[in-house]
């Protein structure tokens, strides 16, 4: 079993950073694809990016460019550096972990954390 738990969300002015990190526990993630996932109000979860186990970076077309995501194995941590915020950014962001298995993957979430783009 894999615990996320999310933090560094917060209220931001447009045009800030923020930086997201996803500490796991249970098992070690260096062999599991990372990804973040965001919910805004009224709409669907939506990937926002994943990285693989070998590093492999993709990004929604609305964050490329703007958001990074990057992993501490050591740490069994993953982060998203969010720059260049936008009210449209405003959503809470979901950790999610996806290990593979036989069948193909089980996928893990955390809580998730609020992330507010405001003036």
């Known amino acids: 079993q894999v615990q996320l738990v999310e933090s560094g969300g917060g209220l931001v002015q447009p045009g800030g950073s923020l930086r997201l990190t996803c500490a796991a526990s249970g098992s070690i993630i260096s062999s599991f694809t990372m990804g973040w996932y965001r919910q805004a109000p009224g709409k669907q979860r939506e990937l926002v990016g994943h990285i693989t186990a070998s590093d492999n970076e993709s990004y929604a077309s609305s964050v490329k460019g703007r958001f990074t995501l990057s992993r501490d194995n050591a740490k069994n941590m993953v982060h998203l550096q969010m720059n260049s915020l936008k009210p449209e950014d405003t959503a809470v962001y979901y950790c999610?972990?996806?290990?593979?298995?036989?069948?193909?993957?089980?996928?893990?979430w955390g809580q998730g954390t609020q992330v507010t783009v405001s003036s």
């Open positions: 999610n972990a996806r290990r593979p298995i036989i069948s193909g993957w089980y996928d893990y």
